[in-house]
């Protein structure tokens, strides 16, 4: 239970007076019980709550010097006014009270993941006079039982159909029982042996919610129980020779085995679990969930959420928590997590509390919160994180594919880079080396905010002083390029339609990006002076705090967070670095396969096999002698060689 508004300022309530950028409150004045805090702005708009273990050591990390910040924790303190805390006695307090307050408060900065789908459940509304079965995507009935979610309509509707052949219970609306009650006559699905029809008094009503009480058994995940009576009942009953009877029990195996198969086996009938996968990056998270009962997958859950600030997993799994098990959800027994957060002590009391409080929990009992080491649920854990990765791409590309977004986008950055049009072309540019060798340089393109591959360019750079020197030779080639298709314009045929055009290289872009600060902005201006170009607009982005910068400019661009032109630029900055890594370790590889071809007696067959073993370059040039001597076909001789060989390159 929540401590009371009460107890908790009985406790301790500290209030700090909203000051200038720095209202960080003396740091004596701040306790270090467990707590809550709170960030509010100058309208007193809550913008965050967090807990705290101890609140004087989480606070004091918000007031360090703004600089070593990360942007979004920054802007959030920068936009707050003041700050507040509340002690309660326990960390388990502290989660009950941050819980209460972010549902209260909604804060802008807090992630709440909000499910923006209405999912289907099979019900059982075990609180009616005659229960019945049926599809709803209400879960406000707390006399009724359900099961689910299910992420299809159509298969919760086709477990049911098999369900009543096992399970004739009434499915049917209440006017139409009523009805049937009145005329004596029963519907349909009584004819053809899908409901039992108590409204006639075929069975009894005590008959009838008997028959709901088996259906629910079967759903909690009794069904190999159910399976081995039936088929008793049906040896029973054809040794008795009654085949007529032996045939009834003969469907409704059929029926129930027909229910399970449609959920995979994956653990042992006695596991009930929710198993999570978390996919995240600097601006979403993606969550998927497998609720395990019985040993099968009786329905998932997934959804996808912006991100504010800037969580590590094991905050985000505590946030997640606290969001899947909102409302009318029901923890099980256990609950297998990515990775487990440092108050997981408090965390399981706090699911604990919640499975009893909830009326759709099967068995009381605590939940244990872990991860999954290794077997069917290391496996299915593992299976989860795929779906939640496939769910975050999938939310990049339709919010990448949509039109009006990427036109609002592009939009937004004509207006915050000062720019006289709209970038339809965008060329972005990154650097990528190993320890200063290996330096190349990657060229991505944009048109209409989308990424155009036939485009992109790579290049190799022989010698290079730093990153900004690098910077400067690639721009300084490309740009010579442009000014030599402005003096002479280059054209080519294609082939299919035999038309005569411009090279592809020899359009211009509207927006020049480079992948960095301002030095490497700096970098750029500079080739791009001295090409004498006109009419590109240059900008750089620092990975670090996602700050655009633009030449001669003391201060960065700030763009809204989670806005689509943010999402933009970070796709193409994101695009041009993958490229650039890419081509380095073809380029690296490529070095190093040359070197040891002219190791006697090692041919490319041994080469490959080498670098498969070891995976990697940097492995290969780590191992020792008796671990290069490990690999198929390399005996003490040539693995010495190989040895001397990688050490020499390297000028050891």
């Avoid at 920054?74 to 707050?80: L, N």
């Avoid at 707390?142 to 979610?149: A, D, L």
């Avoid at 409204?199 to 058994?217: K, M, P």
């Avoid at 977004?405 to 939009?411: D, E, H, I, K, V």
Wanted: charged share 30%; with cysteine; aromatic share 8%.
């Amino acid at each position: 239970m929540a401590p009371s508004a009460e107890t908790a300022r009985g406790i301790t309530n500290g209030h700090v007076p909203s000051q200038t950028v720095a209202y960080k409150p003396k740091t004596g004045e701040i306790p270090t019980s467990p707590g809550v805090y709170r960030f509010r702005d100058a309208t007193q708009r809550v913008l965050y709550v967090g807990k705290a273990k101890n609140l004087r050591a989480r606070l004091s990390n918000y007031f360090q010097p703004l600089r070593n910040l990360h942007e979004r924790t920054r802007r959030m303190v920068t936009t707050a006014a003041s700050v507040e805390w509340t002690v309660v006695g326990n960390e388990f307090e502290a989660l009950q009270l941050e819980y209460t307050w972010i549902k209260e408060f909604n804060p802008p900065f807090n992630v709440v993941f909000k499910d923006d789908k209405s999912y289907p459940y099979l019900a059982v509304t075990l609180g009616e006079n005659v229960p019945r079965a049926l599809v709803t995507r209400n879960r406000k009935d707390k006399t009724s039982r359900y099961f689910g979610p299910y992420t299809k309509v159509w298969a919760i509707r086709e477990t049911l159909d098999l369900m009543l052949k096992a399970f004739p219970m009434r499915s049917c609306s209440d006017g139409v029982f009523r009805r049937a009650e009145q005329t004596g006559r029963p519907c349909l699905l009584a004819d053809i042996g899908k409901c039992a029809a108590p409204c006639v008094g075929r069975i009894t009503r005590e008959e009838h919610r008997e028959l709901a009480n088996e259906f629910v058994d079967f759903m909690s995940g009794s069904d190999q129980r159910y399976l081995r009576t039936l088929t008793k009942e049906m040896t029973d009953a054809s040794a008795e020779l009654n085949f007529e009877l032996a045939a009834r029990y003969r469907d409704r195996i059929q029926a129930l085995t027909a229910v399970m198969e449609k959920t995979a086996v994956v653990l042992s009938d006695n596991v009930d679990a929710d198993v999570f996968g978390i996919a995240h990056d600097e601006l979403a998270a993606a969550v998927q969930q497998f609720i395990v009962r019985g040993g099968r997958i009786r329905g998932t859950r997934s959804w996808v959420v912006d991100k504010e600030l800037d969580l590590e997993l094991a905050d985000l799994v505590d946030t997640v928590l606290q969001n899947a098990y909102d409302g009318d959800f029901a923890p099980p027994r256990e609950v297998i997590v990515p990775e487990v957060p440092e108050d997981s002590e408090v965390l399981e009391q706090w699911l604990t509390d919640r499975r009893t409080k909830t009326d759709d929990a099967s068995r009381g009992g605590a939940v244990a919160l872990r991860t999954a080491q290794r077997g069917d649920k290391a496996q299915l854990a593992q299976t989860a994180e795929l779906n939640a990765k496939g769910a975050l791409a999938l939310y990049k590309t339709r919010r990448s594919a949509d039109f009006t977004a990427r036109s609002q986008a592009l939009n937004v950055i004509q207006d915050a880079l000062g720019m006289a049009d709209a970038p339809l072309r965008i060329e972005c540019y990154d650097v990528s080396h190993l320890s200063g060798t290996n330096v190349v340089a990657s060229m991505v393109v944009m048109e209409d905010g989308l990424p155009r591959k036939d485009q992109y360019r790579r290049f190799s750079i022989p010698e290079t002083t730093d990153d900004t020197d690098s910077i400067y030779q690639v721009l300084t080639r490309r740009l010579a390029y442009l000014k030599e298709e402005a003096a002479t314009p280059v054209a080519e045929r294609d082939d299919e339609t035999g038309e005569t055009r411009r090279k592809k290289f020899a359009y211009a872009p509207q927006l020049l990006l480079v992948d960095g600060g301002q030095p490497q902005v700096s970098a750029a201006k500079r080739a791009l002076d001295e090409s004498g170009v006109q009419g590109i607009q240059l900008a750089g982005i620092a990975k670090r705090l996602e700050e655009v910068w633009l030449p001669n400019s003391d201060f960065p661009v700030i763009l809204p967070r989670n806005s689509d032109a943010l999402f933009l630029i970070q796709r193409i900055r994101d695009e041009a670095h993958r490229f650039a890594i890419t081509y380095q370790r073809a380029t690296r590889k490529r070095d190093i396969s040359s070197v040891l071809g002219t190791v006697p007696g090692l041919g490319p067959a041994r080469v490959k096999e080498l670098l498969g073993h070891f995976g990697s370059v940097k492995r290969l040039r780590e191992a020792s002698v008796e671990a290069i001597a490990e690999s198929r076909g390399i005996g003490p001789a040539l693995a010495q060689a190989v040895h001397e060989t990688l050490h020499a390159a390297d000028g050891e």
